[in-house]
Every structure is written in structure tokens, then in C-alpha cells.
């Protein structure tokens, strides 16, 4: 099949008690895991880029590789979304390009601007079959060009979303209830150690997540920041010559239990960044010889499958929903 918007795999999703995966994508290694993942699984999936992989990888080249990934996966039903659009410009661009959904992300704006922009890029989008994603609140940390000084972070206000939502006419809503950007989503002050010296994070604002719900019912919540960075991937990335302290993610059983609410597509990208870097350094430091891509990019892509695979399965609950 082609590619498809959101609104069908949402519908599926909000009815099943599950979630679809929106992965981040920037080479060819990344999209076929994922993909590759999704095709055995037979799970739907959304493919995303950034304002900063479009930069990095180039737009007609993501788009070809994309195209490769639907023709090798014909079965599966793949969306292919812009993430943190920050203007109307680049929204038009992506949509004039091929994408089937765009993300406009104004939630550092005042309300009515986030409204105004908003509802440019919805005006535009839906004329030419195309889905946006909108947010309101603002999650910390560091996403590519996305970033949220400590402190600076709020929380969605439920009042305010019917009137948003009614007045943008956009398909889905990021909401912000404590997940945050990057592999240190959390300062450690803000956290608890368990027995094991272990950092652990403090719980999703659930009664925000609850509240959105039911002042939007039947309609589709988004999760930003959802990496889990899982913590055998930074031991790795430590033992092998890296340096990544106190890095920490949102667990994973507050993940599945957003899922099986209103919460129908969790963003996921620091996740796969530690699983390729950790097998990379790993390969290389076991195989000093080895200056070849194909050998330390080809476990790195298996490890993206892996990741991916589990999240399907583990997280998202979006295996066998095709």
C-alpha cells in the first residue's frame, strides 16, 4: 500500500487500547530496522523526521529511502510525519514533498499564536490529505533543534485544549504530563535512587493525561519524549569509551499504561540512538581492524530492530493490529 495518514491506525488505536510507534529516522540503517521490525510484527507504523534530519540526510533522499521501505513492506500500513515542525514554511514544505502528516509545534507561543499558526498549517494541510499534529504544553530537555531549558517546562492545562482543538481543526494533540526530551530526560534531583544506586524518575501526571481525555473524548493524544533509555545500552556505551552519566528515561510500564488510554502514538528516538551507538562502539572496540561500515553498521541496524521489535510488543501494544 502507500503511504497513509494517521487518521485510520489513531482510530484502530484509540478503539484497541493500544499505541503506534513514531520513530525518528535519519539514515538507511534506522529506516530498515524499524521497518523491518514492523513488517514482521505486522504492526503499523509512523516514520518521522526532524527539522534536523531533513538538514543532515537531505529531503528527496529520506523520501527514497521511505519509498524502499513501503515497497519492501507492502502490507503494512507506514505514515511518514514531520516532527517539531517550527513554521508554517517548513509544514508547507513537507507536505508539498509527500509527507502524509506534519507536527506544527507552537507550544512556546502565546495561546492565541499557537491557535493562529496553527490553524494556517491545518487550513493548508487538510486541502491537500494531509493529518498535523499540534501541542500544548512545552516538554524539557533537547530534541535536534528543540530545546527547553531546566524549569521552563510546563504542563498541558485541560482547560484549554477543547477550545484549542475546536478552533485549529488539528487530527492529534502532544500533551505534556512529565515526559521529556533527550537521554537525560530527568536531573537527578528530581529523582529518587533505589537500592541499587539506580536513578528513578518521578510518575507521569496521569490525572493530566486523565483529564485531557475526558474533556476530548474518542480523540488522539501524543507522547513526546518517550525514550526509556534503557539502561544496558548506557552501561555499554559507558564500558565502551563513552560518557553518559545519570542518563535516564521514562519507564516503560508508564508507557503501556498511557497506551491502553487515549495516548494513541508514542514518540520514541532516543532509544534507538544508544542501541546503534552502544553496538558501534562495541564492535569497534572488539574488532580494532575492522574499518568497513558494513561491519559495525550492520549489528547497529539489527539492534535497531531489536529495540523496535520490543517497543512493538512490550510498550506500544501494536503487534498483530494491522
Not at 509545534?105 to 486541502?127: C, G, L, W
Not at 527547553?148 to 492545562?157: D, H, I, K, L, N
Request: with cysteine; aromatic share 6%.
Amino acid at each position: 500500500m502507500p503511504l497513509v495518514t494517521t487518521t485510520e491506525m489513531f482510530k484502530k488505536a484509540y478503539d484497541g487500547g493500544y499505541a503506534v510507534g513514531a520513530f525518528n529516522v535519519n539514515n538507511m540503517e534506522i529506516v530498515q530496522g524499524i521497518t523491518e521490525a514492523a513488517g514482521e510484527l505486522r504492526s503499523p507504523v509512523i516514520l518521522q523526521v526532524s527539522k534536523g534530519a531533513r538538514a543532515y540526510a537531505n529531503h528527496n533522499y529520506l523520501m527514497k529511502m521511505v519509498e524502499a521501505a513501503v515497497l519492501e513492506n507492502p502490507e503494512i500500513p507506514i505514515a511518514l510525519h514531520l516532527d517539531h515542525g517550527d513554521s508554517f514554511e517548513l509544514c508547507k514544505s513537507c507536505i508539498d514533498g509527500g509527507f502524509t502528516s506534519v507536527m506544527i509545534d507552537m507550544s512556546s507561543k502565546p495561546f492565541e499564536e499557537n491557535i493562529a499558526i496553527t490553524r494556517q498549517v491545518v487550513e493548508y494541510a487538510h486541502a491537500h490529505g494531509v493529518v498535523v499534529e499540534a501541542e500544548l504544553g512545552t516538554l524539557e530537555g533537547v530534541e535536534d533543534e528543540v530545546v527547553v531549558e531546566a524549569g521552563q517546562a510546563s504542563y498541558t492545562r485541560p482547560e484549554e485544549v477543547e477550545e484549542f482543538v475546536t478552533r485549529t481543526g488539528c487530527d492529534s494533540l502532544a500533551i505534556a504530563i512529565g515526559t521529556s526530551h533527550g537521554a537525560y530526560k530527568f536531573r537527578p534531583e528530581q529523582c529518587t535512587r533505589n537500592e541499587k544506586g539506580i536513578l528513578v524518575p518521578p510518575p507521569l501526571r496521569f490525572d493530566v493525561l486523565e483529564e485531557v481525555s475526558k474533556r476530548l473524548p474518542g480523540f488522539p493524544i501524543v507522547l513526546h519524549g518517550s525514550s526509556s533509555v534503557p539502561q544496558e545500552f548506557v552501561a555499554m556505551v559507558n564500558e565502551y569509551g563513552g560518557n553518559m552519566p545519570d542518563a535516564i528515561g521514562i519507564p516503560e510500564e508508564q508507557l503501556r499504561k498511557a497506551a491502553t488510554l487515549s495516548v494513541c502514538k508514542i514518540n520514541i528516538d532516543s532509544d534507538i540512538r544508544l542501541a546503534m551507538t552502544a553496538h558501534v562502539r562495541k564492535h569497534l572496540a572488539e574488532n580494532p581492524s575492522h574499518f568497513d561500515p558494513r561491519q559495525y553498521l550492520k549489528p547497529a541496524r539489527q539492534a535497531v530492530k531489536d529495540m523496535v521489535a520490543h517497543k512493538m510488543v512490550h510498550v506500544l501494544g501494536s503487534n498483530d493490529k494491522i
